[in-house]
C-alpha cells in the first residue's frame, strides 16, 4: 500500500521582547540580494540571525503584500488579462510577450527579453529576516535587503501546487536508460561539426533568401541611407518583427545607360527569390514547403527609355509579412511605387523601403486601426491620437523648411513633451477672409482635430472614448477693432492629463484638450487688403506650441 507524505512548512521565529513589532518590509523590487538563491533549503539550514535575544515572549510575525524581489519573471502565455505593450494591433509587437499575435506559448524562445508589465512577476512573500531561527521550507528562499538597509527573509510561493506536493522521479535499472536517452549526450562537442541552422527565427535575425535560379542564398535586404548624403546602403538586412522605414539617395553619372541595367531601379530584382519560412528550411532547398514565394499585389512595368525620360523608376518598395509565431513567415507580398526620371547629368532621387509584420490570417480591419499610443494609458513621447469625423490620426505641430517658410510635413505631438515651432507663411491672395481661413488651417493642420483620445487605444467607432477639444475662433469685437482684419499668430494646445488606476500599475490618460488662439490686428497693413493695389504676396510668421 502506497501513501503519499505531505510535507509540512515549519518556519521557527526568534523571541523578541513583549510590545515589539516585525517591521513590514517595503517591495523587494529594488532590494538587494545578500545570498543566492539556494532553493529549497534543508533541514538544519541556518540563516542570518540577530546575535541577541533580549526577551522571552514570542511575537507573530506580520506577512506583507505578495511581490517580486529582484526581476524574476515566469513564461506562461497568455499572462495578464491586459496587455500594455501591445502597441499594433494584428502585428507582433517587439518583446512584448504577452502580444496574443505573436502566437508564442514560450515568448522567450523569440525574444531576447521581456519589456516590463509585459510578464507576471514571481510571488513572494516576506518577514522580517531577524524574525527568523531556521526554515526548511520547500519553497525556495532568499534574504534580500531594501533601501533601509533593513534584511527581508522571502519565501517563493507562486504556483504552490506544484512546488509544495513533490513527486519526485525515480531512477532504478528498469527507467535508467530511457532517462540516459532523453538527457544523456556527449560532454564536447567538435568545433569542426558543422552547426545546424535554428529550428526557427529569433525577433531581430536576418531573413532567409533563395534564388532558385543560381541555387544562392541571400538575406531579405532593405537599404538605408548611410553618410551625409544619405546614400544607399544595399547591405542592410531585415530583421524578423523588426517592422521599418528606411529612405536613401541614388546618385547616377549617366542615366541614360544605368536606366534598362540597374537593377536597384527595375522592380522584378525585389522578388525574384523565395523567402524560408524558417531557418531549417537550409538543410533541405528542393523542399518547397519551407519556402514562401514573394506575391506582388500590381503589375510593375519594367524601367524603359523614351527620350529624354527613364520611365518606371522604381521608389518605393513595401513588403508586407506574415508570420505565425515559431511557425515562422507565411505570406510575403510586395508593392512598388514608381517614378519617371529626366535624363541629364548627375541626376539623383530618393527611394523608400517600408518592410511592415502582421500576423498571419490576421484581418486587414485590425491593421487599418493604426498604432495604439499605449494599451490602455498613454506612453510617454508617442503621438497623440486626434479624431476628425471618424477618422483618427495624430495631431501635429508646424514644420519649417531650410528657408524658413511653412513646409507640407508637420512634427508629431508627442504626449508628455512641450515642444513650440514656427514658420514663415507666404500668401498670395491677401483678402481677410481668405487670409484667416490660410492661417487657422496651416496651424490646426489639414483635418482639423475635433476630438482627442482619451486613452491611447481609443477606438474611432466609440464615441465615449474621445473628449472634445475646446476652441474658440479670434474675434473682431475683442479687440475693439472694427475696420481691422483680425488674425491668428500662433496656437497653443494645451493637454490636461493625469494618473489613474492602481498607483503599483497608473495609466496616463487625457482630461481634456484646449487651442488658444493668440489674435492680432492688422490695421497698419489694411492698405494690403485693398484689390486695387497690386499685391503680389503678403509674409506673415506664425507660431505654435504645444504643453501637456
Known amino acids: 500500500m502506497f501513501t503519499s507524505q505531505l510535507a509540512l512548512l515549519h518556519v521557527f521565529f526568534l523571541m523578541v521582547p513583549e510590545g515589539v513589532r516585525p517591521q513590514p518590509s517595503p517591495s523587494p523590487s529594488g532590494a538587494v540580494s545578500t545570498q543566492s538563491d539556494l532553493g529549497p533549503r534543508t533541514q538544519g539550514e541556518t540563516l542570518q540571525s540577530s546575535s541577541e535575544v533580549p526577551g522571552v515572549s514570542t511575537v507573530s510575525p506580520t506577512v506583507v503584500t505578495p511581490s517580486a524581489p529582484g526581476n524574476r519573471t515566469v513564461d506562461l502565455f497568455p499572462v495578464l488579462p491586459i496587455c500594455v505593450c501591445d502597441l499594433t494591433p494584428g502585428a507582433c509587437d517587439m ?39 531556521r526554515s526548511n521550507s520547500p519553497f525556495p528562499s532568499r534574504v534580500f535587503m531594501d533601501s533601509n538597509g533593513i534584511k527581508q527573509f522571502c519565501v517563493h510561493v507562486n504556483n504552490s501546487k506544484l512546488t509544495y506536493f513533490q513527486k519526485l522521479q525515480k531512477v532504478n535499472a528498469t527507467s535508467f536508460q530511457a532517462l540516459a536517452t532523453e538527457f544523456g549526450g556527449e560532454s564536447f562537442t567538435s568545433t569542426f561539426q558543422t552547426q545546424s541552422p535554428p529550428p526557427f527565427y529569433r525577433a531581430g535575425d536576418p531573413i532567409l533568401t533563395y534564388f532558385p535560379k543560381w541555387s544562392v542564398i541571400g538575406l531579405l535586404r532593405q537599404p538605408a541611407g548611410v553618410g551625409a548624403g544619405g546614400l544607399c546602403a544595399e547591405s542592410n538586412p531585415a530583421g524578423f518583427l523588426e517592422s521599418k522605414s528606411t529612405t536613401c539617395a541614388r546618385f547616377f553619372k549617366n542615366l541614360a545607360d544605368s536606366c534598362t541595367l540597374d537593377p536597384t531601379l527595375n522592380a522584378a530584382s525585389y522578388h525574384n527569390f523565395t523567402v524560408l519560412k524558417v531557418p531549417r528550411g537550409l538543410s533541405d532547398l528542393q523542399n518547397t514547403k519551407f519556402q514562401v514565394p514573394v506575391t506582388p499585389v500590381s503589375q510593375a512595368d519594367s524601367p524603359l527609355l523614351a527620350g529624354n525620360t527613364c520611365q518606371n523608376v522604381v521608389s518605393q518598395v513595401i513588403y508586407e509579412i506574415e508570420t505565425n509565431g515559431t511557425f515562422g513567415i507565411q505570406k510575403v507580398s510586395i508593392g512598388f511605387g514608381q517614378t519617371n526620371l529626366t535624363v541629364e547629368p548627375g541626376t539623383s532621387f530618393q527611394q523608400h523601403f517600408i518592410i511592415h509584420f502582421r500576423a498571419f490570417q490576421q484581418s486587414t480591419a485590425a491593421s487599418l486601426t493604426g498604432f495604439r499610443s499605449g494599451n490602455p494609458g498613454y506612453i510617454a513621447e508617442k503621438p497623440l491620437l486626434a479624431l476628425t469625423g471618424d477618422r483618427r490620426h495624430s495631431m501635429t505641430l508646424l514644420q519649417s523648411k531650410g528657408d524658413g517658410t511653412c513646409s507640407i510635413k508637420r512634427h508629431e505631438v508627442q504626449f508628455g513633451v512641450n515642444a513650440i515651432s514656427g514658420c514663415k507663411l507666404r500668401l498670395k491672395r491677401v483678402d481677410c477672409s481668405h487670409l484667416q481661413r490660410e492661417i487657422y488651417r496651416t496651424l490646426h493642420g489639414s483635418p482639423r482635430p475635433e476630438h482627442v483620445a482619451i486613452f491611447g487605444n481609443a477606438d474611432p467607432a466609440q464615441k465615449g472614448e474621445w473628449t472634445r477639444i475646446l476652441s474658440r475662433n479670434c474675434s473682431v469685437s475683442a479687440m475693439h477693432c472694427t475696420s481691422c482684419c483680425v488674425i491668428p499668430v500662433s496656437l497653443e ?52 506650441m504645444a504643453l501637456n
Open 95 to 133: 518583446n512584448c510577450c504577452c502580444d496574443r499575435d505573436c502566437y508564442l506559448l514560450h515568448p522567450r524562445t523569440v525574444f531576447s527579453f521581456c519589456l516590463p508589465g509585459s510578464v507576471r512577476s514571481s510571488s513572494w512573500v516576506c518577514v522580517d529576516n531577524s524574525l527568523i531561527f
Open 493 to 544: 494646445i494645451q493637454i490636461l492629463w493625469a494618473y489613474v488606476g492602481l498607483q503599483s500599475n497608473p495609466q496616463a490618460h487625457v482630461s481634456g484638450a484646449r487651442f488658444l488662439y493668440h489674435c492680432q490686428p492688422i490695421q497698419a497693413t489694411l492698405k494690403l487688403l485693398e484689390p486695387t493695389l497690386p499685391v503680389k504676396c503678403l509674409e506673415i510668421y506664425i507660431s505654435q
